[in-house]
């Protein structure tokens, strides 16, 4: 019923779009800004929770050892405007969510926020010229830049080939804009998938003869004490209560509910800035845990919120733990992938 009461929104919204992507690719893309070194863009065509984060991470791990890295992103939800370089002084509300975990995990890497991408890139490259890559994150809709890599993330369970521009749907723009991406990852797919189900996707997504798929899926790492009551737990947890605000909290839940019978959820949505009734409603659920062994269950990214000093103490005597997340690859796919990107920048080298 949403789909056909929106589709006249979508349909204007998609036309919009569009034309917009045909004005900056006109003269062979004269209108947009490329630059003299590697840089790649990790993007979607949805609204969010692809996975754009943790694939950036893979990124990071698999070219941090051997060239310096800069990571661009627009910090969305930040209170702050313009150029800024992730420092000491810096904060989630100062950067943003997923910057500002890039910061925090990774001090060897220069994480930079701006609304415009260009703009951004030229300020970090004068200030630190000895950046040899740069990473932006979540910017295949900014059309004034063109990057040397474009990858776009779909979602196993969600392909954009199977979406409806918003409000119909969840896409940004229509699916023909993938044809942009130079690679295109079906990201969050179970750790085995058959062959059969491979070549149904692929077939779904109808890739051009230039554009490499390929396939990833979550690896969740062990469970990380956050608050000083978690870390004084001895016992694992037996009832749990997984509490997020992030775009898709699917795969985590449905990792946890493998895990454990008494599960409870509170989630919030996408960025959401956690507040004192949101701790209340949750300390009202871990109440009720059939277990006296329970935990707060959340993501790393929300945990640098639940951090910040607006509610870090209301959450002190709670037992709250995160739980780190890993792209892989699926072994047919890792070798390529990691070639590929290894192939595209060593050739500014």
């Known amino acids: 019923m949403r789909k056909i009461i929106f589709l006249p929104v979508s349909l204007i919204w998609a036309l919009i779009m569009s034309v917009r992507r045909r004005f900056y690719n006109l003269n062979n893309g004269q209108r947009r800004f490329e630059f003299s070194k590697p840089v790649i863009c990790i993007g979607n065509l949805c609204m969010g929770g692809a996975g754009k984060t943790p694939h950036t991470e893979y990124l990071i791990r698999l070219l941090g050892n051997q060239y310096q890295l800069a990571v661009l992103s627009r910090g969305y939800g930040r209170n702050t405007k313009g150029f800024m370089f992730a420092d000491a002084s810096s904060t989630n509300k100062s950067l943003g969510d997923e910057a500002f975990l890039y910061y925090r995990k990774y001090p060897t890497v220069a994480v930079t926020v701006c609304e415009d991408r260009v703009e951004g890139l030229q300020q970090m490259w004068k200030r630190l010229p ?8 979540d910017a295949f809709q900014h059309l004034r830049i063109k990057a040397g890599l474009t990858i776009l993330l779909t979602d196993y369970y969600h392909l954009y080939s199977d979406d409806y521009v918003f409000p119909s749907g969840n896409l940004r723009e229509l699916p023909s804009a993938a044809k942009e991406a130079d690679i295109i990852v079906v990201s969050k797919a179970p750790s085995m998938v058959t062959p059969l189900e491979e070549k149904v996707i692929i077939d779904k997504l109808n890739p051009l003869p230039y554009q ?3 396939f990833s899926y979550i690896r969740y790492g ?3 004490p956050l608050t000083a009551i978690a870390n004084k737990q001895q016992e694992e947890p037996k009832s ?5 605000g992030i775009h898709n909290s699917y795969p985590l839940i449905a990792h946890l509910k493998e895990k454990y019978k008494d599960i409870q959820i509170y989630t919030c949505t996408d960025h959401h800035e956690f507040t004192e ?9 871990l109440s009720r845990a059939i ?16 951090m ?10 709670m037992p709250i733990y995160y739980i780190p997340i890993f792209v892989e690859f699926h072994a047919k796919y890792k070798c390529d992938f990691n070639q590929q990107i290894v192939d595209y920048v060593e050739k500014y080298s």
């Open 291 to 306: 277990s006296p062994n329970k935990a707060i269950i959340t993501t790393e990214k929300d945990a640098s919120r639940l």
């Open 212 to 214: 490499k798929v390929y």
């Open 308 to 317: 910040d000093k607006t509610i870090k103490d209301m959450i002190e005597d």
């Open 222 to 224: 062990d469970m990380v």
């Open 130 to 137: 000895e950046v040899e890559v740069a990473l932006l994150d």
């Open 240 to 244: 749990v209560v997984v509490f997020t």
């Open 277 to 285: 009734k949101d701790i209340k409603n949750v300390r009202y659920l």
